[in-house]
């Protein structure tokens, strides 16, 4: 199996995926195992992005001597998360637990930096 995501500039999300396209009696277990493992790399990635960014919004709030929390921001975050799970079609529950998870362990993070 090919991987159209290594064409291109590199980056996460160069192609979509839509799960009506694969044809489970096309593909092996191997290759479905392999299309996992390219997944589950590019969420690693973004993760590691996301925290960058968190990272230097962080920053930004430091050197500005604003509060490591904005709950209003985090409602907008965890709003959008919910429409992506709805437009994509991925339990809404589970999306906004990961998020919570992501938004916690930043702010965990961030406290510890300071």
Do not use: C, H
């Amino acid at each position: 199996m090919s991987d159209d995501r290594e064409s291109g500039d590199g980056g996460v999300g160069e192609r979509e995926i839509d799960p009506q396209e694969i044809d489970p009696e096309e593909m092996d277990l191997a290759d479905l195992r392999e299309e996992i493992e390219a997944i589950d790399r590019e969420l690693v990635e973004l993760i590691a992005r996301r925290t960058y960014v968190a990272d230097t919004i962080a920053g930004v709030k430091e050197r500005r001597g604003m509060a490591t929390t904005d709950e209003r921001q985090e409602e907008r975050v965890m709003e959008r998360a919910a429409e992506n799970a709805e437009r994509f079609d991925v339990d809404g529950n589970l999306v906004k637990a990961i998020f919570r998870l992501l938004i916690e362990l930043n702010k965990i993070e961030q406290r510890e930096k300071r």
